[in-house]
């Protein structure tokens, strides 16, 4: 017997990657090209609920292991070969590193698009190991976001407090300029709402007259199709009334199911894929319905730089404290406990080098946002 495994062949075109020389122009490609951000600009490559099937989801061992199935772990390695990739050419061409990309946007753009002065972050001397870069970027990763939490809540950074502070933080620490910047579920039953949409546990998909359709979820089902209500089994009718009696579904003059409204079942799709809704990225018709769900306690609100899901994946790569099977680079390379073998070190240099790319999209994200709610 012979298995067929479809590797995904990705190309990119040097004339768009060099279409404009400079620093910022660069980094942005990591989310225009690469697709770092999706497009509420959150973290595109953390684990999500919504991406598992349902044997990861049964045979996942520990309730403290960090969930990573299959598609966690291609977006890992294709995120990782995007970085190398870019770097092979911007040594190549440009005769410039991702270092040097993150070293002018932290100290030199910031400044200059938003007014944000004092920003210090310093690069390891030309031709020093990869052991030696880690050690030197975590330090000054972690200095940056505390430059970050200070020009957040002072509106400056005053070195002279900031050298006295050695606090350790927590990634859900670090604040945003935005106000209700993500949203998250907070009732049960809306979460049951969710699941009978687009579960393909609920059981309400499965239609005999559309069988061959081959749906796996209702939510597909009744967007794509005219569903006579009498076409559902009694059993699935019960979850049927259930939604039309929250207002999700309604029946039509012709007897077809259809949506009540389809910007609310975009936002309960949303909550579905991501597990968070980042509010200022939605237009006027969804951040009405969002409100009306905050008022009525469906949803809660938190002013962070990183959602929930994105502080769970920092932890994952960085700390020890949240996951048994996390990579812990901040122990391992601080207390020197770190591997011996080269290409594993020269790994984890460039998966830090890609948290620090993340960071900066992200501050990127909230300064943008935050001239655009001023």
């Known amino acids: 017997m012979y298995i067929l495994f479809l590797c995904p062949y990705f190309s990119y075109s040097t004339e768009i990657i060099f279409k404009i020389d400079h620093p910022s122009y660069y980094l942005s490609l990591f989310k225009s090209l690469f697709k770092y951000l999706d497009w509420q600009c959150g973290i595109s490559l953390v684990n999500k609920q919504s991406e598992l099937d349902i044997f990861e989801t049964i045979f996942m061992s520990s309730r403290f292991e960090y969930k990573t199935g299959m598609q966690f772990t291609r977006n890992d390695y294709l995120s990782l070969a995007q970085l190398f990739l870019l770097e092979h050419e911007l040594s190549r061409k440009k005769e410039i590193n991702i270092e040097y990309l993150i070293h002018y946007y932290i100290t030199k753009h910031i400044e200059t698009q938003f007014g944000l002065k004092g920003f210090r972050f310093n690069l390891p001397t030309a031709g020093t190991s990869h052991l030696e870069r880690i050690r030197m970027l975590l330090a000054e990763y972690d200095s940056f976001l505390r430059q970050y939490k200070l020009h957040c809540e002072d509106g400056e950074i005053d070195f002279g407090l900031f050298e006295m502070s050695s606090e350790s933080y927590a990634f859900s620490q670090i604040p945003s300029f935005i106000e209700k910047k993500y949203c998250y579920l907070k009732s049960e039953d809306l979460r049951t709402i969710i699941r ?32 006579p209500y009498e076409n559902f089994l009694a059993y699935q009718q019960s ?16 007897g077809f199911v259809r949506f009540c409204d389809t910007n609310q079942i975009f936002i309960l799709k949303q909550l579905y894929l991501k597990g968070v809704l980042s509010y200022w990225h939605y237009d006027i018709y969804c951040t009405k319905i969002i409100d009306n769900m905050i008022t009525e306690g469906s949803l809660c609100t938190e002013n962070t730089l990183f959602n929930k899901l994105e502080c769970d994946y920092l932890n994952y790569y960085l700390n020890d404290r949240e996951f048994t099977n996390g990579l812990k680079l901040r122990n391992r390379f601080a207390h020197g406990t770190n591997s011996d073998s080269e290409s594993e070190i020269k790994n984890m240099y460039y998966i830090l ?5 993340f960071t900066i999209l992200k501050v990127d994200n909230d300064l943008l946002l935050k001239l655009k709610t001023n």
């Open 196 to 227: 009978l949409f687009f579960s393909d546990q609920s059981g309400l998909y499965y239609v005999e007259s559309f069988k061959d359709k081959h749906y796996n979820c209702l939510h597909d089902l009744v967007l794509l199709e005219n569903v």
């Open 239 to 254: 979850g049927i009334n259930h939604l039309i009696k929250g207002n999700f579904l309604h029946i039509d003059e012709n």
């Open 353 to 357: 080098l890609r948290i620090i790319v």
